[in-house]
């Protein structure tokens, strides 16, 4: 009996023995959190290095307008880098600055340098980039622009729409025109006819703009025309029949 209360009491031992402590790694990982915490923890680390990611030369990117004064302006590119743009690309032909602190603005990286973080940039690049963009999706859709005739040249007009433009004097107007040079300093409406980008090389006609308003003001008129309407009309020739 004595034996069997022996062996009863040495059983019952074993499943009173203490637990051995975690092991380190088993402290560490729940002093983390659950393992949706890490997941979590390395996702957002990840997104903060998407974010960080470097500056490359030949991109548009935006920047914020951090101080002003008579030369510069310092833009705010990210990574916690600063740089700076000379004053007149943010102004008008007037002389007028465009820009004010706290603006966001498009900018040209033209250079930039991870191991010192010095980064050159252009306001006026990215801007005649966008220009080009708006002028390219107007010629594939056959949309018109907006434009400044400049001055005389030989065989036609310089046009500025954003860049400079060639408007050839054979499309000037729907009928010729005898005065180019009245057309100087004249907002125009003109459509693209030839560009090449890589060229600078751009050449629009305000015969064809004009020639699509005709049309169109033809085509409501014709809606409105019945028969024994009066209209008011202007005399334009005068011919022997």
């Not at 622009?145 to 729907?174: E, N, Q, W």
């Not at 300093?185 to 005709?214: F, H, P, Y």
């Amino acid at each position: 009996m004595v034996g069997e209360d022996n062996r009863s009491l040495q059983e019952a031992g074993t499943d009173l023995e203490p637990q051995k402590p975690e092991s380190p790694n088993e402290v560490s990982t729940l002093a983390s959190g659950p393992p949706e915490s890490v997941e979590m923890a390395n996702l957002l680390e990840g997104m903060e290095t998407l974010s960080a990611a470097p500056l490359v030369a030949g991109e548009v990117i935006q920047g914020k307008v951090l101080k002003i004064d008579e030369t510069e302006v310092v833009v705010d590119v990210g990574l916690k880098t600063e740089a700076t743009v000379p004053v007149a690309e943010f102004q008008n032909k007037d002389g007028q600055l465009t820009v004010g602190v706290g603006d966001t603005v498009d900018v040209w990286i033209e250079r930039y340098d991870e191991v010192s973080g010095a980064v050159t940039i252009s306001h006026k690049k990215a801007a005649q980039r966008r220009i080009w963009e708006d002028i390219e999706r107007a010629a594939q859709e056959k949309t018109a622009i907006k434009g400044r005739v400049v001055d005389r040249i030989k065989g036609g007009m310089t046009v500025d729409v954003g860049v400079l433009a060639f408007l050839p004097a054979s499309h000037a107007d729907i009928r010729p025109h005898s005065d180019l040079d009245a057309l100087k300093g004249q907002e125009i409406t003109c459509k693209v006819i030839k560009i090449n980008r890589k060229r600078n090389n751009l050449v629009v006609s305000r015969k064809l703009a004009l020639e699509d308003e005709l049309n169109r003001r033809k085509g409501e008129l014709a809606q409105h025309l019945i028969e024994g309407l009066e209209l008011v009309g202007k005399v334009k020739n005068i011919a022997e029949y």
